[in-house]
């Protein structure tokens, strides 16, 4: 069984910066693609990040491309997000998801989540 837990949300304004992290249970984390989701009120989940299991591969939506980072430390099970200059749009629970189909943007190919954290920009 694979546990995920985010941490690092909150309300910042536009132009700040945040990191997310997510906490990942159990000794296969390295066997699986990470990857990052966020879900607006009203809005279908859509994809953000991923990255493969040893951090060769990436993979952006293009509204955080050059803003968001993606990285991940396999000794510490940890996954995390960067983001920069954020914008109002990106308010959203963001969601910390693993897989083993790769760093895919499909949230089809991850078969666990976490629980979520808010991030709220304001203008």
């Known amino acids: 069984q694979v546990q995920l837990v985010e941490s690092g949300g909150g309300l910042v304004q536009a132009g700040d910066s945040l990191s997310l992290s997510c906490a990942v249970s159990?000794?296969?984390?390295?066997?699986?693609?990470m990857g990052w989701f966020r879900q607006a009120p009203g809005k279908e989940r859509e994809f953000v990040a991923a990255i493969s299991e040893r951090s060769i591969n990436f993979n952006y939506a293009d509204s955080v491309k050059g803003r968001f980072t993606i990285s991940r430390d396999n000794a510490k099970n940890m996954v995390n997000l960067e983001m920069n200059s954020l914008k109002p749009e990106d308010t959203a629970v963001y969601y910390c998801?693993?897989?083993?189909?790769?760093?895919?943007?499909?949230?089809?190919?991850?078969?666990?989540w976490g629980q979520g954290t808010q991030v709220t920009v304001s203008s």
């Open positions: 998801a693993a897989g083993r189909n790769g760093p895919n943007k499909s949230p089809y190919a991850y078969a666990y």
């Open positions: 159990g000794r296969t984390f390295s066997s699986y693609s």
